[in-house]
């Protein structure tokens, strides 16, 4: 409730309490009950001006307590009725068509259905334009009705031009704009981190399981390399028995060349010797 006048405060406060009677018909303020969006929203504060602090009650039961002295709030307040009858004008121009218009501002707010005819009333009659100069001449064609700019110059039926840079976080709307916008962002991050974390962990599981993967197949390699050298120990004391056997053929084959070369020798010898017998 910062920023709200005290009377208004006081109602608010007096219709939280109440489950019947005269404040049970409390609906809220205006400002509470209407949303636009975050560029749009300083338009609507400014043409809404301290209507947008207006309380908004189902029927005129509130004001008879007033009326009547029942109820005096702490200071000024304004309300705006449910039952109250439309007062729109049914030859309302349409200038949508028109170059340099933007909308009329009843269109470029959101609003509980019930609260739509108070926010025609409030809006109906206002119009978005580009251009200061576009207003100034609009309003020559079109004298009843409201003229607000993007840059928050505001043109009034009775002649009244307020002119200045808008306050964009200034007024009620507006900032409840601004927090509706941040709520969704900051959903919109939970939603992300949530994401992220399912993300996070799934990423956590994989590690874990190449981890488990990596130390069985660093067990099994361990265990081949061992097997390996091993093997190379048994096969190095094989190739050294080949080694000595092929030497010991050598030797054997060298014992015998050499037994089959006397062999012969005696073998001539022999037959030398029979020959000078037989002479």
């Known amino acids: 409730q910062e920023g709200l006048a005290d ?3 006081d109602v608010l406060e007096l219709a939280r309490e109440s489950e019947e009677g005269p404040f049970s018909e409390v609906q809220g303020l205006v400002a509470d009950l209407v949303e636009a969006e975050v560029d749009v929203a300083p338009i609507i504060d400014i043409a809404l001006g301290d209507r947008a602090q207006h309380i908004v009650i189902s029927s005129h039961r509130l004001l008879e307590e007033i009326q009547s002295q029942r109820f005096q709030p702490a200071g000024r307040v304004g309300f705006v009725c449910l039952d109250t009858p439309s007062a729109r004008d049914a030859d309302q121009p349409d200038l949508l068509n028109l170059p340099g218009v933007i909308d009329r501002l009843d269109h470029l707010v959101r609003c509980p259905a019930a609260l739509v005819p108070v926010i025609e009333r409030l809006l109906g009659h206002s ?4 251009t200061l100069q576009l207003a100034l001449a609009l309003r020559r064609t079109h004298p009843d009705t409201r003229f607000v700019t993007w840059a ?3 043109l009034e039926p009775d002649g009244t031009v307020a002119v200045g840079p808008r306050l964009s976080a200034s007024g ?6 601004q927090l509706h916008a941040l709520r969704i962002e900051a959903q919109s991050l939970l939603d992300s981190l949530e994401v992220l974390e399912v993300r996070a962990s799934d990423l956590e599981r994989r590690y874990r399981d ?3 993967l990596v130390a069985q197949q ?4 361990k265990l081949a390399s061992e097997a390996l050298s091993e093997q190379r120990v048994r096969t190095s004391a ?3 028995r080949f080694a000595h056997l092929q030497q010991q053929v050598r030797t054997v084959s060298a014992e015998r060349s050499a037994a089959q070369q006397k062999a012969t020798e005696a073998a001539t010898e022999l037959e030398q010797i029979k020959a000078e017998r037989s002479h």
């Open 7 to 9: 009377g208004v405060r």
């Open 127 to 130: 119009w978005l334009v580009e």
């Open 152 to 154: 928050g110059d505001l």
């Open 172 to 177: 009620l709307i507006s900032r409840r704009s």
């Open 210 to 212: 190449q981890r488990e």
């Open 218 to 221: 660093t067990e099994e390699f």
């Open 238 to 240: 094989v190739q050294e």
